[in-house]
């Protein structure tokens, strides 16, 4: 009976999470959320601009060739992305969080090694994994563990670091091609990433508390992942949704990639790269901004 009783409690202290409290153990995962996102979009979404206008350079590859390369990325990583939450519930999310770091930090030395067109597919593979243990499917999933009314603010303030790996990883990584050669800065850059990112990971990501919406006992009646899959290519409401920010990335991911080729004959390298840094500094203001009333508004259109 004791033991009951015991179990009771410990549920209803689960219940009683505050969310907004600056003491609630969510927002350490939110800076380390943060964190993950800066190196991640900083190597696998910025950097995508810094690699076609050096790899164009050292090689004479034409933008075309390398730009092929990029989609192919990004569009292995959106089939990596649809299992992460899978993932997430079998290995937990710090062991995810982990080889994710991994695999970008290797993707980023790889990439500083390529010398034909074929292994820059295969560092291409390597950095899909990385993205897709590093970028939006992944932080979001795993802030969905913590945070129920908190979740929209969480995930907005832990994606500023999305930005700030524009802001300043680009233009470091930049310096840092101009001081040691694109090889070695490479190589330097992901052991900077392996050394900062895992032990912030090991030290502050636990596992995560009981959600409250449901409890426990009504996740058995939830309905499989690959059941979930089907019925949303099945949805014409997500499908919209999904063909309209597919398009906005389409446009987005278009101009961010080509913008140091486009731009160092005109202004230079470093120019360049001070001009991502503008255009990512904007996305900060706006999340921030958002980030306020986003959960305010109402999500499920009722």
């Given at each position: 009976?004791?033991?009951?009783?015991?179990?009771?409690?410990?549920?209803?202290?689960?219940?009683?999470?505050?969310?907004?409290?600056?003491?609630?153990?969510?927002?350490?995962?939110?800076?380390?959320?943060?964190?993950?996102?800066?190196?991640?979009?900083?190597?696998?979404?910025?950097?995508?601009?810094?690699?076609?206008?050096?790899?164009?350079?050292?090689?004479?590859?034409?933008?075309?060739?390398?730009?092929?390369?990029?989609?192919?990325?990004?569009?292995?990583?959106?089939?990596?992305?649809?299992?992460?939450?899978?993932?997430?519930?079998?290995?937990?999310?710090?062991?995810?969080?982990?080889?994710?770091?991994?695999?970008?930090?290797?993707?980023?030395?790889?990439?500083?090694?390529?010398?034909?067109?074929?292994?820059?597919?295969?560092a291409d593979i390597a950095l899909s994994?990385?993205?897709?243990?590093?970028?939006?499917?992944?932080?979001?999933?795993?802030?969905?563990?913590?945070?129920?009314?908190?979740?929209?603010?969480?995930?907005?303030?832990?994606?500023?670091?999305?930005?700030?790996?524009?802001?300043?990883?680009?233009?470091?990584?930049?310096?840092?091609?101009?001081?040691?050669?694109?090889?070695?800065?490479?190589?330097?850059?992901?052991?900077?990433?392996?050394?900062?990112?895992?032990?912030?990971?090991?030290?502050?990501?636990?596992?995560?508390?009981?959600?409250?919406?449901?409890?426990?006992?009504?996740?058995?009646?939830?309905?499989?992942?690959?059941?979930?899959?089907?019925?949303?290519?099945?949805?014409?409401?997500?499908?919209?949704?999904?063909?309209?920010?597919?398009?906005?990335?389409?446009?987005?991911?278009?101009?961010?990639?080509?913008?140091?080729?486009?731009?160092?004959?005109?202004?230079?390298?470093?120019?360049?790269?001070?001009?991502?840094?503008?255009?990512?500094?904007?996305?900060?203001?706006?999340?921030?901004?958002?980030?306020?009333?986003?959960?305010?508004?109402?999500?499920?259109?009722?």
């Amino acid at each position: 009976m004791s033991g009951n009783r015991r179990s009771r409690l410990d549920a209803s202290s689960h219940h009683a999470i505050d969310e907004s409290s600056i003491r609630y153990d969510g927002w350490r995962i939110v800076a380390v959320c943060f964190v993950v996102a800066t190196f991640g979009w900083a190597f696998g979404f910025y950097g995508q601009s810094v690699y076609l206008a050096e790899l164009h350079r050292q090689h004479g590859w034409s933008a075309s060739l390398i730009s092929t390369a990029t989609t192919f990325f990004y569009l292995f990583g959106a089939l990596l992305v649809i299992f992460v939450a899978e993932t997430i519930k079998k290995f937990g999310p710090r062991n995810c969080l982990l080889a994710g770091t991994v695999a970008m930090a290797a993707a980023i030395v790889l990439m500083g090694q390529v010398d034909a067109p074929w292994q820059l597919y295969l560092a291409d593979i390597a950095l899909s994994f990385g993205w897709a243990g590093t970028s939006l499917a992944m932080i979001s999933t795993t802030l969905g563990l913590w945070f129920d009314q908190k979740r929209g603010m969480a995930i907005s303030l832990a994606l500023n670091g999305a930005s700030f790996g524009g802001v300043a990883g680009v233009p470091l990584l930049v310096m840092a091609i101009g001081q040691f050669g694109f090889s070695r800065a490479l190589m330097l850059a992901g052991a900077v990433m392996v050394v900062l990112v895992i032990p912030i990971v090991l030290i502050f990501v636990g596992p995560p508390p009981l959600r409250l919406s449901g409890g426990p006992s009504s996740t058995g009646d939830a309905p499989s992942s690959s059941l979930i899959r089907a019925r949303a290519f099945r949805d014409i409401g997500f499908l919209s949704v999904s063909t309209a920010f597919a398009l906005v990335l389409f446009a987005q991911v278009g101009f961010i990639v080509h913008l140091i080729a486009f731009l160092d004959p005109v202004i230079g390298r470093s120019g360049a790269a001070v001009a991502i840094a503008m255009l990512t500094a904007m996305a900060v203001v706006g999340r921030v901004l958002f980030s306020t009333v986003i959960d305010r508004l109402n999500h499920g259109g009722e």
